[in-house]
């Protein structure tokens, strides 16, 4: 019991729900990081108590069954238990999971803690391959319609989060954002007012060694700083609307 009463004590004072509910949810979560499966056959015989596994596995469904909780108020509740500070490091990802014979595709927006994404809001992208800048845009509102903006320390991306309007949107709500760069997006050449490959700028550079294009450049015309770094097999490019040298 040890071990469950500073869940218990947290969920109290986040979810108005009776005594019973709230120790089980403690109980199952702590089953859940020992087992570390999403089997509820498995995490039911881990459930702390005398109960048998059969009886332990109906009550996690008629828990779940009853489960009335949305997607911003577990998001507010993460966040309320962690102690991220003032600052939040959001990462916005996709990710594929198969749920029987159902491919799931999901965007999901996630905070960084000591080197772990945790999930806070998602969404079923409802087809294969990658989110367009309507679906990014759509699941940034909703974060923001729950926390204010001035809690999001930077926003970070892979190169499959790209698109005019999606970086328009980013400047226009001022949220701070590194988002990788493919190499064969334009990027403006102020030295002959044209636009170049962004991994032709990199071309030259030392393996392993960051590089700040000067001045700003324009990027799906929107005014950022790049930042890139030969690799071996390819390029790491960065652009930013905050300072570069922390990028």
Same mark, same amino acid.
């Given at each position: 019991?040890?071990?469950?009463?500073?869940?218990?004590?947290?969920?109290? +004072?986040?979810?108005?729900?009776?005594?019973?509910? !709230?120790?089980?949810?403690? %109980?199952?979560?702590?089953?859940?990081?020992?087992?570390?499966? &999403? *089997?509820?056959?498995?995490?039911?015989?881990?459930?702390?108590?005398? *109960?048998?596994?059969? #009886? =332990?596995?109906?009550?996690?469904?008629?828990?779940?069954?009853?489960? #009335?909780?949305?997607?911003?108020?577990?998001? +507010?509740?993460?966040?309320?238990?962690?102690?991220?500070?003032?600052?939040?490091?959001?990462?916005?990802?996709?990710?594929?999971?198969?749920?029987?014979?159902? $491919?799931?595709?999901?965007?999901?927006?996630? &905070?960084?803690? $000591?080197?772990?994404?945790?999930?806070?809001?998602?969404? =079923?992208?409802?087809?294969?391959?990658?989110? @367009?800048? $309507?679906?990014? !845009?759509?699941?940034?509102? $909703?974060?923001?319609?729950?926390?204010?903006?001035?809690?999001?320390?930077?926003?970070?991306?892979?190169?499959?989060?790209?698109?005019?309007?999606?970086?328009?949107?980013?400047?226009?709500?001022?949220?701070?954002?590194?988002?990788?760069?493919?190499?064969?997006?334009?990027?403006?050449?102020?030295?002959? #007012?044209?636009?170049?490959?962004?991994?032709?700028?990199? %071309?030259?550079?030392?393996?392993?060694?960051?590089?700040?294009?000067?001045?700003?450049?324009?990027?799906?015309?929107?005014?950022?700083? &790049?930042?890139?770094?030969?690799?071996? @097999?390819?390029?790491?490019?960065?652009? *930013?609307?905050?300072?570069?040298? *922390?990028?």
């Amino acid at each position: 019991m040890t071990e469950l009463s500073p869940l218990m004590t947290v969920f109290a +004072a986040t979810f108005a729900w009776h005594r019973a509910r !709230i120790t089980f949810l403690a %109980q199952f979560l702590v089953a859940l990081v020992r087992v570390r499966t &999403v *089997t509820l056959t498995e995490i039911a015989a881990a459930l702390c108590g005398q *109960t048998k596994p059969a #009886s =332990s596995y109906r009550r996690i469904q008629r828990f779940f069954q009853d489960f #009335s909780l949305t997607r911003p108020q577990i998001a +507010a509740a993460v966040l309320q238990w962690l102690p991220l500070g003032e600052k939040w490091l959001l990462c916005l990802d996709r990710t594929n999971w198969q749920y029987g014979h159902q $491919h799931l595709n999901l965007l999901v927006l996630a &905070v960084a803690y $000591h080197g772990v994404a945790l999930p806070l809001l998602w969404m =079923s992208l409802d087809k294969p391959g990658a989110s @367009n800048s $309507h679906e990014r !845009i759509a699941l940034l509102k $909703h974060f923001l319609c729950a926390f204010d903006r001035k809690r999001i320390r930077c926003l970070t991306a892979d190169r499959e989060c790209l698109g005019t309007e999606w970086i328009k949107f980013l400047k226009r709500q001022r949220i701070p954002f590194r988002i990788r760069l493919k190499r064969n997006v334009l990027v403006s050449n102020p030295s002959a #007012s044209s636009e170049m490959a962004a991994g032709r700028f990199f %071309q030259q550079c030392r393996l392993g060694e960051a590089y700040l294009l000067p001045p700003p450049r324009r990027v799906f015309g929107m005014t950022v700083f &790049v930042v890139g770094m030969r690799m071996k @097999n390819e390029f790491l490019i960065i652009i *930013t609307n905050i300072d570069p040298n *922390t990028a």
